[in-house]
């Protein structure tokens, strides 16, 4: 048995979106969701209150580096990660397997599993299909995901990408034998297959076939174009049973989930709202702002006007009424600079979803598409990128008409 209830409450009329109900062990996620990437347990600039305070209930931890530090010891020992990193809401983690692109020169990938050197200490590790599952068991994450054998979707090399498909189903397998705790932690199978639609229907038919409680749709986020990326996206969840929830990982641009939502995402995720506040930029409705420029150190107003999150709203509103002055103050010298500058951005993309979530409700999401692209270009149709226009218009949204 599951320990997820899908609830499907609304289907777009034009497009493929979808707005939902996930019903999870820590409590329900409102879907279409983005989900803010807690690597080693911590969102870098942010306790799990301020998280919380954003309106996250569901976020990402890493399987690979969670099992290098703390190690699993650890994790028995204090009860999984919920109460290691008092999170009292919902935990993804992801298998591993992505570490297999991203530290590639440290590993190396056979039938038996992938052969790690720790970044840590040089020491090797040898992360199964068997050890990814035992250790996600351990961090007691209410989504756990299948070890799957990811490359690089730009790879020319066919042979390997089938190679690649083949062994992410077998090693699903294996995933679904060693799982401990069906009833409580929910395992998603990822599809893989690069960027051949062939492969990625082969493997989607084989994959759903398993019937997990979830579906995720892997190997993207790797420097494909992005009218690539889309194909990918449409007929993969072209093929997906209606109510089962949707990831597609490692994606997180605005532009980015107002699409994939049009093409039937459910689930997104991705280090970039965080990783770019440290760099002194905040995402807003009308594109990314450097507060670190000159221009913004005598701007009294928030972050982004009439934005509801917890730096942006005023005192008298329960906010911190921080304005863009006193980020361009902090942020090139201290860390508090960065820190409500991601309060702010996993603000903004939470609640992007959220306002996608109600406009598919209201059947006004085609709507809601124009006037997020209008808003972003500042009604320059000409500005539009040609693979939205494209992928929008597969799913019946003329983006440059009205």
Not at 307 to 313: F, G, I, K, L, S
Not at 317 to 334: C, F, M, N, Q, S
Request: glycine share 10%.
């Amino acid at each position: 048995m599951a320990a997820l209830t899908f609830e499907l409450l609304a289907k777009c009329s034009v497009t493929k979106a979808r707005a939902a109900t996930l019903h999870l062990p820590h409590g329900p996620v409102p879907l279409p969701i983005f989900m803010p990437v807690a690597t080693q347990a911590s969102l870098k600039g942010l306790t799990p209150g301020q998280l919380e305070e954003q309106g996250c209930r569901l976020c990402l931890n890493n399987t690979y580096h969670l099992g290098l530090k703390p190690g699993q010891a650890t994790l028995d020992a204090v009860g999984g990660a919920h109460k290691f990193q008092s999170w009292p809401h919902n935990l993804l983690t992801d298998s591993g397997g992505f570490q297999m692109v991203s530290l590639l020169k440290l590993a190396k990938v056979t039938e038996e599993g992938v052969r790690f050197l720790s970044p840590h200490d040089g020491s090797p590790m040898l992360l199964t299909p068997e050890h990814s599952i035992s250790l996600q068991n351990s961090i007691g994450s209410d989504i756990i995901m299948q070890l799957d054998d990811v490359i690089a979707t730009t790879s020319p090399d066919f042979a390997r990408m089938q190679e690649a498909m083949d062994r992410s189903v077998r090693w699903l397998d294996r995933c679904i034998q060693a799982h401990k705790y069906p009833e409580r932690q929910n395992l998603f199978c990822i599809i893989q297959g690069g960027l051949d639609l062939d492969l990625r229907r082969e493997c989607t038919a084989q994959m759903v076939a398993r019937d997990t409680p979830g579906i995720a749709i892997g190997g993207l986020s790797g420097g494909e174009a992005k009218d690539e990326y889309c194909k990918v996206v449409d007929t993969c969840t072209g093929l997906l049973p209606e109510k089962k929830p949707r990831y597609v990982m490692g994606v997180g641009y605005p532009e980015d989930l107002v699409v994939s939502v049009a093409l039937g995402a459910d689930m997104f995720d991705c280090v970039w709202p965080t990783r770019t506040a440290r760099f002194g930029n905040a995402i807003t409705a009308r594109g990314v702002l450097n507060i670190r420029n000159a221009v913004y150190s005598e701007d009294f107003g928030p972050i982004e006007e009439g934005c509801q999150c917890t730096c942006c709203r005023r005192p008298e509103d329960g906010g911190l009424g921080i304005t863009r002055a006193y980020i361009y103050h902090v942020t090139a010298k201290e860390t508090a600079g960065a820190h409500l500058l991601t309060m702010h951005n996993v603000y903004y993309q939470l609640n992007l979803m959220k306002q996608a979530r109600q406009a598919i409700i209201e059947d006004r999401y085609p709507g809601f598409v124009k006037g997020f692209f209008g808003k972003l270009y500042d009604e320059d149709k000409g500005k539009y990128p040609a693979w939205a226009v494209k992928a929008l218009g597969g799913v019946g949204v003329d983006l440059l008409d009205g």
